[in-house]
Each structure stands twice: as structure tokens, then as C-alpha cells.
């Protein structure tokens, strides 16, 4: 007999990584309190460009410059507001968009954080920031 457990499911998303004036883009769901990098998942037979792109247009209203999808890299930790050891692994990209940014469908708002508001974000997210913050990218 074998007792041991399978291992928790692990979250897959592609967030895009917004940087201006030495600070990134959050965002919001309706009735939730923390924030987090704008992205999402996949849908089955979709690439990150596409994924990200759709996911992208849906919760910002602007439409990512495929030839501009530069991969940041991928990050993996406890997935906030999930049971103990479900993860989430976050595979980031930076891109250039046209459009002017908005906050639309399940978003209720956006943001600008630096490094100090990293206690309003999911443990990914903090993972992240201190990454972005170690390379001087965002500012404190």
C-alpha cells in the first residue's frame, strides 16, 4: 500500500510586467483586496502570446505588440488565497501595447505600486518585486 500523497496542483499564469517612472502596474479584481501583476491564464491550445494578449485586452483594453513579447522569466510560489502548497507558477513578459490603459471587465482598478507596497501583493507577486527591486527597475 502506498500512502503517499500527490503532489498539490501547481497555478499556471503569464502576467505581463509594466514598468514606468520606476514603477509597475497592478490590478485589482472586483471584491478582492489585493492586488496583482495583470495576466491570467491559458486556454487550451492558446501560446503565452495569445494568452497573454487575450488576457490583456480583456482586463486593460489594450492590445500587446506581439513582436515586442520579451520573456522576464518565470516565479513560483504559495498561491495567495489558496490551501497550504498550491502554488502558482508565474511566467512573465514585458511587451509594448497601443491603447489607453482602462481598467475593464473584472477589474476594478489599477495601479502603480513600487517596492514599499509590497505587502498588498500575493506571495508571487512579492517574489517579483523584490526582483524587479534588486535590478533597480523599481524604486522603493
Given at each position: ?42 486556454e487550451v491550445g492558446e501560446s503565452d502570446a495569445q494568452a497573454l494578449t ?33 502554488e502558482v507558477r508565474m511566467t512573465c513578459y514585458t511587451a509594448d501595447y ?26 508571487v507577486d512579492q517574489i517579483i518585486f523584490s526582483w524587479l527591486y534588486e ?6
Amino acid at each position: 500500500m502506498n500512502n503517499l500523497t500527490p503532489p498539490a496542483p501547481i497555478i499556471d499564469k503569464l502576467a505581463w510586467i509594466l514598468l514606468r517612472d520606476q514603477k509597475i502596474l497592478m490590478a485589482r479584481s472586483h471584491n478582492k483586496d489585493t492586488f496583482y501583476i495583470p495576466g491570467g491564464k491559458r486556454e487550451v491550445g492558446e501560446s503565452d502570446a495569445q494568452a497573454l494578449t487575450r488576457e490583456i485586452k480583456e482586463e486593460l483594453n489594450v492590445t500587446l505588440v506581439p513582436a515586442s513579447l520579451k520573456l522576464v522569466g518565470t516565479f513560483q510560489a504559495q498561491a495567495h488565497g489558496q490551501p497550504k502548497g498550491v502554488e502558482v507558477r508565474m511566467t512573465c513578459y514585458t511587451a509594448d501595447y497601443q491603447g489607453t490603459l482602462e481598467a475593464a471587465a473584472e477589474i476594478a482598478e489599477i495601479e502603480w505600486f513600487t517596492h514599499a507596497q509590497l505587502p498588498e501583493v500575493g506571495p508571487v507577486d512579492q517574489i517579483i518585486f523584490s526582483w524587479l527591486y534588486e535590478r533597480e527597475l523599481i524604486a522603493n
